[in-house]
Structures are given as structure tokens and as C-alpha cells.
């Protein structure tokens, strides 16, 4: 992955610097077509600064893919679950229905801001 040697003449096209930052993520996939690939690499040989930020991304690829995964408490996966199959059944519209109960009513919730609104005033007119 870090091997960065030179692989010969320069391939067309050129990328700049956001191009080839874009493509750390492929790159580190091993996911990028050959002559993709090969002009990446061609960047990073003659630029030092992508060439830093390509061994640190790398570098943390690497620390994150050695990480011990954790298994979600059952409770939570339960949770998670629950929304999917809601959002399948009904949709994102479906899922903001199923929660309407949690709502304010409009008669509470408008007091509430004007009474936040005037003690912000206040505060700042003292």
C-alpha cells in the first residue's frame, strides 16, 4: 500500500491535487482501474505534500482495519432493526408518522419560543 516508487513516464491525464486526494479511498482499496492508478501514483511521486497526506491516510486505514470490532448491544441492534423495517414498510414519511406522538402541540410550543425569544432580549439589553 505504501509503496510509492517511480513506475516510469508521466500517464495522462494529470491530476491536481484534490483529484488525487479524492482518490485515496480507491487507492487504498486496491479498487482503481490500472491507468488510474498508475496517475495517482505518478502525483504522488513528484508531490510532496500529497505524498504526506497519502502516508497518513494510509497509515490510519491501517490502525482503523486492525481495530476490534464490537457487537452492538442486543438492545440497540433490536432498535436499529425496528427503524429499518419501518422505513421498508412506510418510508421516510411512514417513519416521521410513526413518531408524531413525541410531537409538541403547536399551542405549547409557540409560547414556549416567544417566552426563549424575550428572555433572550432581555438578557442582552442589561
Not at 509503496?3 to 479524492?22: C, I, M, N, S
Not at 479498487?31 to 511521486?45: F, G, N, T
Request: hydrophobic share 45%.
Amino acid at each position: 500500500m505504501n509503496g510509492l516508487g517511480r513506475r516510469g513516464t508521466d500517464v495522462e491525464p494529470r491530476l491536481d491535487h484534490l483529484q488525487t486526494k479524492a482518490l485515496f479511498l480507491a487507492l487504498v482499496d486496491e479498487a482503481l482501474p490500472a491507468p488510474q492508478e498508475q496517475a495517482v501514483r505518478s502525483h504522488l511521486d513528484g508531490c510532496e505534500e500529497c505524498r504526506q497526506g497519502w502516508d497518513q491516510y494510509a497509515r490510519t486505514v491501517e490502525r482503523v482495519r486492525t481495530v476490534e470490532r464490537e457487537k452492538a448491544p442486543p438492545a440497540l441492534a433490536s432498535l436499529i432493526a425496528g427503524r429499518v423495517r419501518r422505513q421498508r414498510r412506510f418510508g421516510l414519511r411512514g417513519l416521521h408518522l410513526a413518531h408524531a406522538h413525541h410531537r409538541f402541540p403547536v399551542e405549547v410550543l409557540i409560547p414556549l419560543l416567544l417566552a426563549a425569544a424575550v428572555a433572550a432580549f432581555l438578557l442582552m439589553s442589561s
